[in-house]
């Protein structure tokens, strides 16, 4: 089962529109940046002067909602098909124009990877507060975003609005999902030509979701209600029969398919009886069915209806388990940063929801190594008998990465000679490397890879050598001074700190609470 | 069990100690002929060193306790090696004394390994050592002896080897996993083949301080009971598999809390 790693710690990107192995498209401070092979493209956001002074401010940003905007890369020339601020655009990457291809009725924007694409042909339905409950239009272009004509609508009062068009691509139908209260959740079922076909679900809590998937027989997936529990759900597509499979701690806003099979959904925190706990979690599941806790993030405590809820999305493009982009809002480590990760299998803390603090604990430690952009290089430990004399900080970062076969004999020599050798600890790291920053950096990255082990392991010893590190003083304290710097930004190495001590607490809470059997 | 049937050593950490006391007054009244007991000096330069080495700063404290705080801890109630020594009268609490009182020879030597030790268990034929303490042995003394050394260790092996696993079975909320193993010593630690598990319920002991005072009055008798076994064939001895266990190591005050505050909840539960 899958633990997270943080491969790369975007902090100038809020949103990461798309990704897949040819291009990335991201926005933050209100630029869009385009990136495919060798080109790159910043396209700021046509902006009033109060936007561009105010725009600067993440806060005022989150506040106004002007960091949302959809982005469809174009199948041909340099375009990109954006949604912002009540508009469609077509944008010209080489000229920086852009033109306004369709002015949106209820809304802004719509949700991350609610723009569903066959083809040339993009579709999407408007995703407003509609307080009237007027109809909700299905907007569809048949020429790549050049043009736009309403395909279908929702009757007045049937529908809040939309939350996703989706291609089923086994029955060849585009499914509509809506939202929001007990009467308006439904799933819509249009023919090729957006015909109606069928109309599923009796409007409630359980039929209110964001995200499809599809396979032959059956369709997933996951509710997004802040007012009912929320569960990963199964419609039987041939009797119609819908299942509940698996309860989950908050409402489902985004969730991803990835190309090796596996999925993941974020929970959101807002506020509502059904969000279980100030965190947003993320979930992977191998089948859309069993889903796994892998990390957690706690809401950063500003008010949600002003400042938003605690919301994971993920990237829209073809990416796999071993490299995915997702990105944070309002959440505690993750806030406005796009994280480009890859889910490690390990065994899964998921049965035990106290570590998995702790693995997001280590999430974040992982992020602040990438930062600190020391080498790594799993090279230097290769073909050496694992033991603390032959271990290099090199070899020590590549370790917070590697495998748990590779990582695991290495831990446990570091754990032994900690150990064993408890009053030696502070000199023999003297010896080995003389330099305090390098020394503290060794310190800091043994930490990190014996926290791992403990926590995949389920086994306190490693963290009990983490302790002995700290009590040999070679493990570094958050020092205040540190927190003085250019823009009150921490050193790499004192964030790293921060982080490994937060893991550690959070670890020892878990150790009260839980057990570690 | 006859006199001058097979003879026994007793190997003792210092001459002040009441579990190699108790051991072998108990060896003695169950009719086991101890032919020598070996005292560990208790300061000699290497050994200070040694126990400095493993226990750090730990070893100031464990001095203070065991010699400052002696007559503190012999004043707890509740089960303890003190209580259990003077309410049996099992010697004492002077080693020279007690077997110069049993006509048992003793020898005071700075390592339990050094060669006249050795030379002595071979010349006397030695069955087997009932070791009460003082570190690791080597090789030629584990090989000096017909079935063995016999250790008391307290935890449950073969899962908890090692240091403070009292500590560790209660992190581990494992509270099957406290008590006594009677095994035989090999190189490794707490390897060796097992004679005989006693597991300890927790009851209402709410402190480790307690609850090894409770294990370690039991620790003589599950020894001797051992012994005998393994001398008279009714024990045999059972192998252990290096992967059926783990070795822990000395807990570190922060864990060694977070245990204790597991241990007080599981005997609030109990009692």
């Known amino acids: ?517 | 069990m006859e006199m001058n049937e097979p003879v026994v050593a007793v190997f003792s950490p210092s001459v002040k100690s009441l579990y190699s006391t108790a051991v072998l007054e108990m060896l003695h009244r169950r009719g086991v002929r101890v032919g020598l007991v070996v005292i560990r000096r208790m300061f000699t330069p290497s050994r200070v060193r040694q126990e400095l080495r493993r226990d750090g700063f730990r070893l100031v404290r464990k001095a203070y306790k065991k010699l400052i705080l002696r007559e503190r801890t012999s004043a707890a109630s509740g089960p303890s090696i003190r209580n259990a020594v003077s309410e049996q009268a099992l010697g004492e609490g002077d080693l020279r004394r007690t077997c110069r009182r049993l006509d048992v020879p003793f020898m005071v030597v700075s390592d339990l390994n050094s060669d006249p030790v050795v030379d002595a268990l071979r010349q006397l034929e030695v069955r087997c050592v009932v070791s009460t303490g003082g570190g690791l042995l080597r090789e030629p003394l584990l090989e000096a002896t017909g079935l063995g050394v016999l250790n008391c260790h307290m935890g449950i092996l073969p899962q908890y080897r090692g240091m403070d696993v009292v500590e560790w079975a209660a992190l581990y909320d494992d509270w099957g996993g406290i008590g006594l193993t009677t095994h035989l010593m090999d190189r490794g630690v707490d390897t060796g083949p097992i004679l005989q598990i006693h597991p300890v319920p927790i009851a209402g002991t709410s402190t480790f301080t307690a609850l090894r005072q409770r294990l370690h009055a039991e620790m003589p008798d599950q020894i001797v009971s051992a012994a005998c076994g393994l001398l008279d064939g009714t024990i045999i001895p059972a192998p252990q598999k290096k992967s059926d266990g783990r070795q822990f190591f000395i807990i570190e005050p922060a864990l060694h809390e977070l245990a204790e505050a597991k241990l007080r909840a599981a005997a609030k539960s109990r009692a």
């Open chain 1, 1 to 517: 089962m899958p633990t997270l790693v943080v491969k790369e710690v975007d902090r100038s990107s809020e949103i990461v529109h798309f990704a897949d192995e040819h291009q990335i498209i991201r926005s933050g401070s209100r630029t869009l940046t385009w990136e495919r092979g060798q080109e790159r493209w910043e396209l700021p956001f046509p902006s009033a002067i109060a936007q561009r002074l105010l725009g600067r401010s993440r806060m005022a940003r989150r506040a106004l909602r002007w960091d949302k905007c959809n982005v469809v890369p174009a199948q041909d020339g340099n375009r990109l098909i954006v949604v912002l601020g009540g508009s469609v655009y077509e944008v010209d990457a080489d000229a920086g124009t852009w033109r306004p291809t369709l002015a949106l009725r209820q809304c802004r924007n719509v949700l991350h990877q609610s723009i569903a694409r066959r083809g040339s042909t993009l579709v999407f339905g408007e995703y407003g507060a509609n307080p009237e409950r007027e109809s909700v239009p299905v907007h569809c272009s048949r020429d790549d975003g050049r043009t736009w004509q309403p395909v279908f609508e929702f009757e007045p009062g049937s529908a809040r609005h939309v939350h996703g068009v989706f291609w089923d691509p086994h029955t060849s139908t585009w499914w509509v999902s809506t939202g929001d209260f007990n009467g308006e959740c439904h799933l819509q079922r249009l023919s090729e030509t957006f015909e109606p076909l069928q109309r599923i679900g009796d409007g409630s809590q359980l039929y209110r979701t964001c995200f499809l998937w599809f396979t032959p027989t059956h369709v997933y997936w996951t509710m997004d209600s802040q007012l009912e529990t929320t569960f990963a759900v199964r419609l039987d597509r041939s009797t119609g029969v819908v299942e509940r499979l698996q309860a989950m701690p908050g409402p489902v806003w985004y969730a991803k398919a990835l190309t090796d099979g596996v999925f993941l959904a974020a929970t959101a925190c807002e506020s509502g009886p059904s969000v279980r706990g100030p965190f947003a979690h993320l979930y992977a599941s191998g089948d859309a069915q069993t889903w796994h806790e892998v990390a957690r993030f706690p809401h950063d405590g500003l008010p949600r209806r002003w400042f938003k809820a605690g919301v994971l999305g993920f990237a829209d493009g073809e990416q796999s388990s071993t490299d995915f982009w997702m990105f944070g809002e309002a959440l505690r480590g993750i806030e406005g940063q796009a994280w480009r990760c890859t889910l490690a299998q390990a065994p899964s803390p998921a049965h035990d929801p106290g570590l998995s603090a702790s693995s997001r604990g280590l999430g974040l430690a992982q992020s602040a190594i990438v930062e600190a952009s020391w080498p790594g290089s799993i090279a230097d430990l290769e073909g050496q008998k694992p033991s603390f004399r032959r271990a290099t900080i090199p070899g020590l970062v590549a370790l917070t990465t590697s495998s748990d076969a590779v990582r695991r004999p290495w831990a446990r020599a570091l754990m032994r000679f900690i150990a064993v050798r408890k009053d030696q600890i502070r000199p023999r790291f003297m010896t080995r490397w003389p330099s305090q920053a390098d020394r503290e950096a060794a310190a800091l990255v043994i930490s990190v890879v014996l926290l791992q082990t403990s926590i995949r392991e389920r086994d306190p010893r490693y963290l009990n050598a983490v302790y002995s590190l700290d009590a040999a003083k070679v493990l570094p304290r958050v020092r205040w001074s540190d927190r003085l710097g250019p823009a009150l930004s921490l050193a790499p190495a004192t964030r790293l700190a921060g982080h490994v001590r937060a893991v550690i607490a959070s670890l020892e809470a878990e150790t009260s609470e839980g057990t570690w059997r």
